[in-house]
């Protein structure tokens, strides 16, 4: 990513550490999801030599953590621009990235050599805990706590050595809550509902909540060093989303308990607050886009030309949060959200889609964004403007994602008409929903949209590359 370096802070040269392994697993979690997309429609796909839950382990990691990767990474590129000083203890942090990298190496592989193992503690200590989305062995689990936590301090004694914006201030306040929530998922218990209750305090209140902070925290970054925009307005909205998304968020997280054995009244609860989060991150885009666009036309109209749009494809890529943020966790997300619809979606091939428009439209369309700031930084481009590939690249994922979102929504659709609606939610009529005709062709379309989303990560990773080599450094 970094052609012909010259940036000043060392933090920000780490920072495109982080964003190139970030590339290289956003990469790996595509590769998987098409073998499990494949292994899907054909069972017999790599049979006995490479697993479907290997493989569909592996593609979620591989998502949460090039995520992780991508938030820490831009968070320790504009801690140096915010605050107007070095990150404190980046030989420490350097140290960390190096631990960290070292370790998911070694977890991918054995994900993929040794895919599984006996159930008992040794499995749990080094092959895996067994809990999804958060599969790391015990020893992996230990080493991320103890990474997030250094992470931490690092953000921390910046922010307190040098000038704390508002926006440096929610940054602060959201690694709490991060490293936090990540330690409640560390433990077990006997009984599986209070298990799950507690894992969904990291599953749900790190995405829906800790997640939307900080890819807030970033957007308003961007958009400050993009357009210009009003400093105020985005840490108003800043704040109004850390209200609302720890206030709604766990709440919301509600609608995770409907069917564990926990009271009845999250139902209403679940039902009602998780619809509110995407909400604070569209209104800063809306009242920002407003003013921008205001303050463009006055500025025409008194002779001093149009706005300059600092980075073009980074712009292009924040807005896609806007539309995906959403469509993804608004719109598809209360789509199957109330109780009443629940009972016949929850664990059908509607979930899948929200997931897959959700994870994508609310934070890699941000992140994305962020490595093209990166590159205009890492290459001291004064207006980084779109090419062929960046242009191609964002047409082909936004299309793959949305295309998968659709196709695995009809897939859900006919699921629940057939296993649920029909066929009363036996074992049975699992297995017959799998061979219903809009089933099958709405996952026949996922695999066609996975590899049109392959083929535009391919043409960001060569945009991504080349953009420094080719691009007017204007002045």
């Excluded at 080094?126 to 790391?136: D, L, P, Q, S, V």
């Excluded at 690092?154 to 000038?163: D, N, P, Q, R, S």
């Excluded at 959200?337 to 428009?357: E, K, W």
């Excluded at 299309?399 to 049975?428: D, N, P």
């Amino acid at each position: 990513m970094a052609i012909g370096s010259t940036l000043k802070w060392e933090g920000q040269q780490l920072a495109t550490w982080y964003f190139t392994v970030a590339m290289v697993l956003f990469g790996a979690q595509l590769l998987m999801g098409l073998i499990a997309a494949t292994q899907f429609l054909y069972p017999s796909f790599l049979f006995e030599i490479f697993d479907f839950s290997t493989a569909r382990m592996v593609h979620i990691n591989a998502l949460v953590v090039w995520m992780v990767y991508a938030m820490v990474g831009a968070a320790y590129w504009l801690l140096p621009d915010e605050t107007g000083v070095e990150i404190v203890g980046i030989k420490l942090a350097k140290l960390g990235f190096m631990v960290l990298t070292a370790a998911v190496t070694v977890v991918v592989l054995v994900y993929i050599l040794v895919q599984y193992g006996p159930a008992d503690m040794m499995t749990i200590w080094f092959i895996g805990e067994g809990r999804e989305y958060i599969e790391a062995p015990r020893w992996a689990d230990i080493g991320i706590a103890v990474v997030l936590v250094g992470f931490l301090l690092h953000v921390f004694l910046t922010a307190i050595k040098g000038e704390r914006t508002g926006i440096v201030t929610v940054l602060m306040a959201d690694m709490i809550a991060l490293v936090g929530l990540y330690l409640c998922g560390m433990g077990f218990t006997d009984s599986i509902s209070m298990d799950q209750f507690w894992w969904w305090w990291v599953i749900h209140l790190w995405v829906e909540a800790t997640w939307e902070v900080l890819v807030g925290v970033f957007a308003a970054y961007g958009l400050i060093r993009i357009i210009g925009a009003n400093r105020q307005v985005v840490e108003m909205w800043l704040w109004i989303e850390v209200a609302m998304l720890f206030g709604s968020g766990i709440l919301g997280m509600g609608h995770h308990y409907f069917w564990i054995g926990t009271p009845e009244y999250w139902w209403e609860i679940g039902a009602l607050f998780s619809a509110l989060e995407p909400l604070p991150l569209v209104a800063m885009f809306i009242h920002v886009t407003y003013d921008w666009g205001k303050q463009s036309g006055i500025a025409k109209g008194e002779g001093e030309g149009r706005q300059v749009i600092a980075n073009t494809p980074a712009l292009a890529w924040f807005f896609s949060n806007a539309f995906g943020n959403f469509l993804g966790a608004g719109v598809w997300g209360f789509f199957h959200t109330l109780p009443q619809v629940n009972i016949y979606t929850h664990g059908t091939q509607f979930t899948s889609a929200h997931g897959h428009l959700a994870f994508f439209g609310a934070y890699a369309t941000i992140l994305i964004g962020v490595f093209y700031l990166a590159v205009q930084g890492t290459n001291n481009i004064t207006r980084l403007r779109a090419t062929f590939d960046s242009k191609m690249a964002i047409i082909l994922i936004n299309v793959g994602v949305f295309g998968m979102t659709v196709a695995l929504t009809i897939s859900g659709y006919g699921q629940v008409l057939v296993e649920r609606a029909q066929l009363g939610a036996t074992w049975e009529a699992f297995f017959v929903s799998q061979d219903a005709l809009w089933f099958v062709q709405g996952l026949g379309w996922r695999l066609v949209m996975g590899v049109v989303t392959l083929v535009g990560f391919i043409y960001l990773a060569k945009d991504l590359l080349s953009t420094g080599k080719y691009a007017i450094h204007e002045r």
